[in-house]
């Protein structure tokens, strides 16, 4: 299983903040659309994650407030990503190497998405439910020798 079939099943809206914007106004983006992540673009280009491990962070070091803080201030400068084709054991590795729970996706410079450790779970789940089914119907269409048959001669 590849990243694109997260992304086919997950729809392909992105959130996204500038760097320059106040950390105030990309927490309440966050908290309008139930997300825990935005993808930081400058000029057309990634520049970094802001999460809300950064935003935690970034409160607590401000004394309970972020303040006037800027995403800039705050953000991963140097997220993971993976491309479409990446495969999905390739991505968990990744994400549990460096306790990622976000990751962008790139096509070269071109963003197609972000997926969560969320995803990539519930992928493996649905991948090996479908497996259990199949391999169920499978065994309950074994053939059933009927009685009488002969014995293979050894």
Known sequence: MKVSDILRV???TLFTVIPDQLLADAIKTMAEHDIGSLVVME???????????E???AVVANGGTVGTKIVRSVMDDAP??????????????MMLG????????????????VI?????AKAVVDSQDFENRMLKAYI??????EEGAAEPKL
């Open 55 to 57: 935003v935690i962070a």
């Open 140 to 145: 309950r269409d074994w053939p059933v020798e």
């Open 43 to 53: 000029h057309g280009d990634l520049v970094g994650m802001l999460t809300f491990r």
């Open 10 to 12: 997950k729809g392909s």
């Open 116 to 120: 969560s450790f969320y995803d990539v």
């Open 80 to 93: 993971l990503t993976c491309t479409p084709e990446t495969e999905i054991d390739e991505v968990r590795r």
């Open 98 to 113: 460096r306790h990622a729970r976000y990751m962008p996706v790139m096509d070269g410079k071109t963003l197609m998405g």
